[in-house]
T-cell receptor, first 113, second 114 residues
Framework: GAGVSQTPSNKVTEKGKYVELRCDPI?????LYWYRQSLGQGPEFLIY????????DSGLPNDRFFAVRPEGSVSTLKIQRTERGDSAVYLC???????????FGQGTRLTVV | KQEVTQIPAALSVPEGENLVLNCSFT??????LQWFRQDPGKGLTSLLL?????REQTSGRLNASLDKSSGRSTLYIAASQPGDSATYLC?????????????FGQGTILTVHP
């Protein structure tokens, strides 16, 4: 596809469950970012991948959050033991390199009930 | 640590008005500054990216300026239209190894009524 694709667009899960959110970056983009946006707030940085490795995971709030990018393309954000406070829109972005403009996907709205 | 603040938090104007959205940032050693638009329930659409060496960027009815020394940027929207209604976010690189690690403001919710 031409842009960053995120699936699912909406996810409702019960408290305590495990969820996976997927991001397909723009083809050829080596850098990939995850952000979390709570209602009424700007997005907050979670993690940055350069290729297959996490170059900066300083924004992950705790060890329930984990992300992978095994082949340097698709990335999955994994949340264990979900809590109601995890409800937010999770945004993914990619860029050609770490020093070029990043382009954002449409986000996944996660609701923990 | 970079902090970004946007004023006002919300703005309601009649169609046709020219308006200014403000953004301030604490760390002036930025590579660039970016303005985004976000429609309800949607992702972010990049409007303008100003490099640190530039003073302003223009796209159609939008003009963004950057003053690194004062830590400020403004987004000027000319002849506003109802279709401009959205949340406008500014963002600056948070520092470190990547331009894509951004610190966002909380946004300005713009409503343009007919």
């Amino acid at each position: 596809g031409a842009g960053v694709s995120q699936t699912p667009s909406n996810k409702v899960t019960e408290k305590g469950k495990y969820v996976e959110l997927r991001c397909d970056p723009i083809s050829g983009h080596t850098a990939l970012y995850w952000y979390r946006q709570s209602l009424g707030q700007g997005p907050e940085f979670l993690i940055y991948f350069q290729g297959t490795g996490a170059a900066d995971d300083s924004g992950l709030p705790n060890d329930r959050f984990f992300a992978v990018r095994p082949e340097g393309s698709v990335s999955t954000l994994k949340i264990q033991r979900t809590e109601r406070g995890d409800s937010a829109v999770y945004l993914c972005a990619s860029s050609l390199t770490g020093y070029t403009e990043a382009f954002f996907g449409q986000g996944t709205r996660l609701t923990v009930v | 640590k970079q902090e970004v603040t946007q004023i006002p938090a919300a703005l309601s104007v009649p169609e046709g008005e020219n308006l200014v959205l403000n953004c301030s940032f604490t760390d002036s050693a930025i590579y660039n500054l970016q303005w985004f638009r976000q429609d309800p329930g949607k992702g972010l659409t990049s409007l303008l990216l100003i490099q640190s060496s530039q003073r302003e960027q223009t796209s159609g009815r939008l003009n963004a300026s950057l003053d690194k020394s004062s830590g400020r940027s403004t987004l000027y929207i000319a002849a506003s239209q109802p279709g401009d209604s959205a949340t406008y976010l500014c963002a600056a690189p948070a520092g470190g190894t990547s331009y894509g690690k951004l610190t966002f403001g909380q946004g300005t919710i713009l409503t343009v009524h007919p």
